[in-house]
Nanobody
């Protein structure tokens, strides 16, 4: 069973930066696509960024392009989300999820129903 453990959430001021980390217990065919998704109260869950770990291809939701960066550290078995120029609308619970290589970028940036493994979530609060 692949396990995902997130860390790094917290409070950040508008315009500030925050880094989220997701430790993946093992990368298999069924956990090679790793994404960060978020869900704000009263809103649907949405994919923010995804990385295809075999070749490090990345894709982003339009609203975070140029501000968020997803990356992997294979030595540490982690996938990180560096958030910069954080905005009020970025406040949400962020989840790390992993799935198989058959997941398309469009699916990965959707509501996340194609992902097999999930972390417990980490809260990001944006306060002035």
């Amino acid at each position: 069973q692949v396990q995902l453990v997130e860390s790094g959430g917290g409070s950040v001021q508008p315009g500030g930066s925050l880094k989220l980390s997701c430790r993946v217990s093992e990368f298999t065919y069924y956990s090679s696509v790793v994404a960060w998704l978020r869900q704000a109260p009263g809103k649907e869950r949405e994919g923010v960024a995804v990385i295809y770990t075999p070749d490090s291809r990345t894709y982003y939701r339009d609203s975070v392009k140029g501000r968020f960066t997803i990356s992997q550290d294979k030595a540490k078995s982690t996938v990180e989300l560096q958030m910069t120029d954080v905005k009020a609308e970025d406040a949400a619970t962020y989840y790390c999820a992993a799935g198989g290589l058959g997941i398309t970028p469009v699916q990965a940036l959707g509501a996340g129903q194609d992902f097999r493994y999930w972390g417990q979530g980490t809260q990001v609060t944006v306060t002035a």
